[in-house]
């Protein structure tokens, strides 16, 4: 049973900001937003997670409606090297720490 | 520390023979995941471990699949006899165990042919 819901495929100009939507409707009190990529044929790389605060880092930005039913992951500069897969995925902190990969979104940034 | 580490990067096999990837975690971590990840099906779970214990095995395909972890330095995934259709990428990732929603990092993974 899929956790949580993301377009496809979307396209972004480079230098532009890539705005990665994700539905959640059913994520439990305990469970975490974790954003992953998959760059061609390399194995997935964390770049963010979040329970229901907005979230920065180096790479990207997470932001979590007050109802923790979707989130979007921000990219503020989009560079022709984030052109990967990403994957939402919701995960418990304890008691079933399993992380199950959904279909993702395919992001290509355009020249 | 150099990552989880996976060997080999690459293996072709023939039909019927028995196929062995392994798996070195990051030191300190908990939790041990092993997938699957083909162009049909996407990044399948197959298998993970916490403090070397198999915690849920439901992604295995068969029983021609099992995995061990014997110590917390190390796990194989094991798929005997091998057939075609198990030709995929096999990933594992490892991540530590704490209250803080710990993040998971993946090896480079295993290239599969089964031929």
């Known amino acids: 049973d899929a956790k949580t819901t993301q377009p496809p495929s979307m396209d972004c100009a480079e230098g532009r900001a890539a705005n990665l939507p994700c539905n959640h409707s059913?994520?439990?009190?305990?469970?975490?937003v974790y954003w992953y990529r998959q760059i061609h044929s390399q194995g997935p790389q964390y770049i963010i997670h979040?329970?229901?605060n907005n979230e920065t880092n180096e790479m990207a930005s997470l932001i979590i409606t007050e109802d923790r039913k979707s989130s979007t992951l921000i990219l503020p500069h989009a560079t022709l090297r984030d052109t990967a897969v990403y994957y939402c995925?919701?995960?418990?902190?304890?008691?079933?720490?399993?992380?199950?990969f959904g279909t993702g979104t395919r992001l290509t940034i355009i020249p | 520390d150099a990552g989880v580490i996976q060997s080999p990067r690459h293996e072709v096999t023939e039909m019927g023979q028995e196929v062995t990837l392994r798996c070195k975690p990051i030191s300190g971590h908990d939790y041990l995941f092993w997938y699957r990840q083909t162009m049909m099906r996407g990044l399948e779970l197959l298998i993970y471990f916490n403090n070397n214990v198999p915690i849920d095995d439901s992604g295995m395909p068969e029983d021609r699949f099992s995995a061990k972890m014997p110590n917390a330095s190390f796990s194989t995934l094991k798929i005997q006899p091998s057939e075609p259709r198990d030709s995929a990428v096999y990933f594992c990732?490892?991540?530590?165990?704490?209250?803080?929603?710990?993040?998971?990092?993946f090896g480079q993974g295993t290239r599969l042919t089964v031929v």
């Open positions: 995925i919701v995960r418990a902190n304890f008691g079933n720490e399993k992380l199950t």
């Open positions: 990732a490892s991540s530590p165990s704490t209250g803080s929603g710990p993040e998971a990092f």
């Open positions: 979040g329970l229901k």
């Open positions: 059913t994520i439990s009190g305990n469970e975490y």
